[in-house]
């Protein structure tokens, strides 16, 4: 007698060594792309001609003569690294956020002040266990 309500059934469920779906559109991703930005490139000097155009036409809106010089530059400088623009003198610095309590401790452990009878303390017991090891 089978039981026709559940269990096993012959043939259900999922092949094995079946791609997902997933997988096969990853897998065509990457071709999609190479091929979109080997046609972009075919065209890449015609846009930058247009775009400095733009930036040199004084009848544009500045806006307009903005956006393409920035893009401009993009195209022959690259986006600006962070460690290579000279810093300003005139900008205001940051402000220091306060120590927690234990950020606090762990500086007063690693440089103790002491002028003080807990930083002497904290002194004494650093140098014990320096000369202990």
């Not at 846009?47 to 530059?73: F, G, M, N, P, Q």
């Not at 401790?105 to 650093?126: E, F, K, Y």
Request: aromatic residues 4%; charged residues 30%; hydrophobic residues 40%.
């Amino acid at each position: 007698m089978t039981n026709k309500r559940g269990g096993k059934r012959p043939g259900a469920g999922r092949p094995k060594g079946a791609k997902t779906l997933a997988a096969e559109y990853e897998a065509r991703v990457p071709l999609a792309a190479a091929a979109m930005t080997d046609e972009a490139r075919k065209y890449a000097s015609d846009a930058l001609k247009v775009l400095h155009d733009i930036a040199a036409d004084a009848k544009k809106r500045d806006t307009d003569r903005i956006s393409a010089a920035e893009k401009v530059l993009l195209w022959g400088y690259g986006k600006p690294q962070g460690n290579r623009i000279a810093a300003r003198t005139d900008a205001p610095q940051p402000k220091e956020k306060p120590l927690g309590k234990k950020e606090a401790l762990v500086q007063a452990a690693m440089n103790p002040d002491t002028s003080t009878t807990m930083g002497r303390l904290i002194a004494n017991r650093a140098a014990k266990a320096r000369s202990a090891h």
